[in-house]
C-alpha cells in the first residue's frame, strides 16, 4: 500500500510484523519513526530494540523473536536491508524456485548419482525448511515481538515470504516521487502545515520540480517548513516560493527553458549570459537543454502519433500541467531542428570538456533552437 494507506492504517491498528520498501527513503523514515512513535511514546531511550543489517539467518532471527525481554516491555527487531524479500535471480528462477519447488538440476544430478548434486539438493532443503520454520514464525508472533523489515527496493510480490507479511502485518511501498506525481506529497504536506499555493505559486512549484534532476522529498520538507514558519498568511504566493527555490541552479534556469520554448532568442541569451556570470557551470546548462530538446522532441513524435495535451503527460512520465505546456512549445519546432540541436549539444559538450571550445557553443546552440 502507499504511504497515505499504510499510515492511516497505522493508526488504527499496530501489527507485529512490517515491511517497509521502496526507492523513496523519505518515506521508509517516515514510516519507521511512526512505528516508533507507538512502540515506544515516552520517546528516549529506545529499550528492547535490535537492529539487524543485510542477509540474515531465520533460525537466528527467530530466536531473537522467541527470546523474553527481561528489562523492556517488549522486543523490536529492525532489519535493513533485508535480503529475503528480493526476486530470485534469473538464473535462479530459471534453475527453479528454491521456495516453491524442487531444484530441477539437482534432482538431475542425484538421479545421475552426482556427489555434488545430492549437497547442492540438501543444502536446497535446509534453506527451504528454515524459509518455512521464519514463515510460520511470522504468521503468528509471540505477543512481546515486533519485527520491522526495511529493503530500498521494490519486493517480490511472489514470494510466500512477502504474501505472510501482507496477510499479518502491514507492507509500505515506497515508491519514488516524480513530477507528475508530486501532488501525492504536496497535498498532505499542505493540509499537515494548514496552508495552501495560490495558482501563480502552484504553477511554479511544478515547473521548479519537472526542472529537478532527482526529487528529495528530504529537501522539499524542509524548504515547506521554513515557508510555514515565515509566511504569516495561509496562502504561499509565488514571491515566497522563488525566495526558496532560486538557489537552485536547475531551477533558476528554467526561465532559459521557457525562453527557448517561446523561441525568443533575445531573453534566452540574456538569461545564458547572466547564469554563466552568476557562475552556473556549463555542464548543467548542456545537461538540461538537452533534457528539455529531448522532451520536445519526444513529444514531436507523440504527437505525430495523436498523442495531445495532458495524454502526454504518462508515456513522458510528466506532470499534465507540465506536459500540456511542452506539448504547446513543441509545436512550435520542426523534428529536424531539434534532432540537429541534440547533436549540436553532444559536440560542445565534448567540445568544452577538451578545451576546444568556449561559451559561444551555448550561444550557437541557444540561437539556433530560437531560430
Known amino acids: 500500500m502507499k504511504f ?10 499496530l501489527p507485529h510484523v512490517f515491511l517497509l520498501a521502496g526507492e523513496e527513503r523519505y518515506y521508509i523514515d517516515r514510516a519507521l519513526e511512526a512505528i516508533f512513535t507507538q512502540l515506544f511514546p515516552a520517546g528516549g531511550v529506545r529499550d528492547g530494540l535490535t537492529k539487524l543489517t543485510g542477509p540474515v539467518d531465520g533460525d537466528k532471527l527467530i530466536g531473537l523473536i522467541e527470546t523474553v525481554p527481561f528489562f523492556a516491555p517488549q522486543n523490536v527487531i529492525v532489519v535493513e536491508d533485508a535480503t529475503l524479500f528480493r ?3 534469473k538464473k535462479e528462477a530459471d534453475g527453479g524456485s528454491g521456495e516453491d519447488g524442487a531444484d530441477e538440476a539437482g534432482a538431475e544430478d542425484v538421479e545421475a548419482g552426482s556427489a555434488e548434486g545430492k549437497t547442492r539438493k540438501s ?4 534453506a527451504d525448511k528454515k524459509l518455512e520454520r521464519l ?3 511470522l504468521a503468528a508472533l509471540p505477543e512481546f515481538s515486533y519485527v520491522i523489515f526495511v529493503m530500498g527496493e521494490k519486493p517480490d510480490k511472489r514470494k510466500k515470504l512477502t504474501k505472510t507479511v501482507e496477510k499479518a502485518g502491514l507492507v509500505l511501498e515506497a515508491e519514488p516521487v516524480r513530477a507528475w506525481n508530486i501532488n501525492d506529497w504536496l497535498q498532505p504536506k499542505l493540509q499537515r502545515m494548514n496552508r495552501d499555493l495560490d495558482r501563480d505559486a502552484y504553477e511554479y512549484f511544478v515547473n521548479a520540480v519537472s526542472m529537478m534532476q532527482e526529487i528529495s522529498l528530504s529537501y522539499l520538507d524542509q524548504e515547506f517548513d521554513k515557508l510555514a514558519l515565515f509566511s504569516k498568511n495561509r496562502r504561499i504566493t509565488k514571491k515566497e516560493l522563488v525566495a526558496v527555490f532560486a538557489g537552485l541552479p536547475e531551477v533558476s534556469i528554467f526561465a532559459l527553458m521557457d525562453a527557448v520554448s517561446e523561441k525568443d532568442a533575445r531573453k534566452a541569451l ?3 549570459t547572466r547564469q554563466l556570470a552568476d557562475g552556473t557551470y556549463f555542464t548543467v546548462l548542456l545537461v538540461l537543454l538537452a533534457r528539455h530538446v529531448r522532451q520536445l522532441y519526444q513529444i514531436r ?3 505525430a502519433d495523436g498523442v495531445r495535451g495532458k495524454a502526454l503527460a504518462k508515456p513522458l512520465g510528466l506532470h499534465p500541467f507540465i506536459a500540456e505546456k511542452l506539448g504547446k512549445a513543441a509545436m512550435r519546432f520542426h523534428g529536424a531542428q531539434l534532432r540537429r540541436a541534440l547533436i549540436d549539444i553532444a559536440d560542445a559538450d565534448y567540445s568544452l570538456k577538451t578545451g576546444r571550445g568556449g561559451n559561444e ?3 550557437h546552440i541557444v540561437i539556433g533552437l530560437c531560430a
Open 4 to 13: 497515505g494507506e499504510f499510515m492511516v492504517r497505522l493508526k488504527k491498528e
Open 87 to 89: 526476486a530470485a535471480k
Open 123 to 126: 543444502a536446497k532443503s535446509s
Open 135 to 137: 514463515q510460520a514464525e
Open 270 to 272: 540574456a538569461i545564458l
Open 301 to 303: 513524435l507523440l504527437q
Open 361 to 363: 557553443l551555448l550561444e
